[in-house]
C-alpha cells in the first residue's frame, strides 16, 4: 500500500521536473534566437547613436548663436531701458568734452599766436637797438668832429686881434656864441666882448651869466693887447 502510494508522487515529480527542464530550454532556445537579432540591430542602434553624439556640438553652437542673437535683440531693449535723466547726463558729458577740446584747441592756436608776435616783437627790438648803437656812435662821433672843430676855432680867435674877432661874433648866431665864448680863454672873451655890438654883447653877456658866470676880479688887458 505504501508503494502505491508513493508511485504517483514519484510520478507528479517527475512530471514537474520534466516541465522545469523544458522551460529552461524553451528560454534558452528563446534567448538564442533573439540574441542574433538584438547583435545584428545594435550596429545600426550604434549609427543611430553616433549621429546624434556628432550632433551635440551643433546643438550647442546653434544654442549659443540663438543666445547671442537673443543678447543683440535684447540691446535696444536695454538702452532704451536707460532713464531720460541718464541719456540727457551723458549728451551733456559728450557736449562738455567736445567744448573743452575746442577751448584747448583755441588756447593753442592762440599761444601759437602770441609767440609768433612775441618773436616779432623781439625782432624790432633787436633793430631798434642796432640802430639806437648806431644813433649814439654818430652822435659821438659828431660830437668829438665839432669838438675838434670848435677847439681849431678857438684857436684862430684867440690868434685874431679882438676888434677883427668881434666883427665876425657879431654875424654869429648866439649857440655858436655860446659853444666859442665857452672854450675861448676868458681874458681874450673880455677883449672880444668890449669890441662887439652893444646889443649883441649884452646877449651873450646875460646868457654867459646864467651859464657860467664870468669871473669879475680878471685883470685889465694891456694897451697892447686891446689892439692885438
Known sequence: MKGVKLLPIFLGLTGLLLVMKSSVIFAGWNDSMTTP???????DGAAEATPDRQSEPAATDDAAAAAEAAKTARRPRDVDRLSRTEFELLQELRGRREALDRREDEIELQRTIL??????????????????????????????QEDERLKNLVQIYESMKA???????NRMELTTQIDLATRIMPRKMSA???????????????????????PTNLPEPAPGEQGA
Open 192 to 214: 672880444i666882448i668890449s669890441e662887439m655890438d652893444p646889443e649883441k654883447a649884452k646877449s651873450l653877456t646875460v646868457e654867459l651869466a646864467e651859464r657860467d658866470p664870468l
Open 163 to 169: 676888434k677883427d674877432a668881434a666883427d665876425i661874433f
Open 37 to 43: 537579432a538584438a547583435f545584428a540591430q545594435e550596429p
Open 115 to 144: 609767440d609768433a608776435k612775441e618773436k616779432q616783437i623781439e625782432k624790432k627790438i633787436s633793430r631798434l637797438e642796432l640802430l639806437e648803437t648806431s644813433i649814439r656812435d654818430l652822435v659821438d662821433s659828431y660830437s668829438q
